[in-house]
């Protein structure tokens, strides 16, 4: 199990900050949709140049165009790309292709999928990386919770690996843990914490407990 830690509300040089105070203690970095918005993809390049050895996520939320914006992330050093679960079946197929030449992995976002089990084994078999359940800011705020999404997707897919995202913080860790994802993607459960590397410390070793 690894653990992403997820970069929404920066910017560039604040997230070289928050990287360096976590870097011994995750995986993946995650550049998060607004920072793309408000930085480009010049955030991704920045952060992979500057820690090599993390895998970087670009959360581009891909809809459409998947081959192309597959490409751009790609060749601004992402090692991960987000593509929607609810876009066309071609959408994600373009990033697939795309992310095999250019040797990149694709997670698949389920965020707004309504039909969990049957659109993540639709997925599954278009060869992605990861599928992901995911709560995003305006379902936390109605109280959303993916835990029980993650038991399906963990039930159903065979070939991705599993992921979650979504408010997750040190205290629901276990919780999720319990459902054995692949992945775990924390954000403000991390950045939103006065010692952020304490917490992110103990996130680690609860995963590594397994
Ligand atoms: O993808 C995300 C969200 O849609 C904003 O871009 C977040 O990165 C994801 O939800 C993880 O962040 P937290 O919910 O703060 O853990």
Known sequence: ??????????????AKQLVKEVAAYIDIVEIGTPVVINEGLRAVKEIKDEFPSLKVLADLKIMDAGGYEVMKASEAGADIITVLGVSDDA??????DEARKQNRKIMVDMINVKDIAGRAQEIDSLGVDYICVHSGYDHQAAGKNSFEDLATIKRVVKHAKTAIAGGIKLQTLPEVISAQPDLVIVGGGITGSENKEAVAAQMQQLIKQG
């Open 91 to 96: 959408t994600i197929k373009g990033a697939v």
């Open 1 to 14: 199990m690894e653990l992403q830690l997820a970069l929404d509300l920066v910017n560039i040089p604040e």
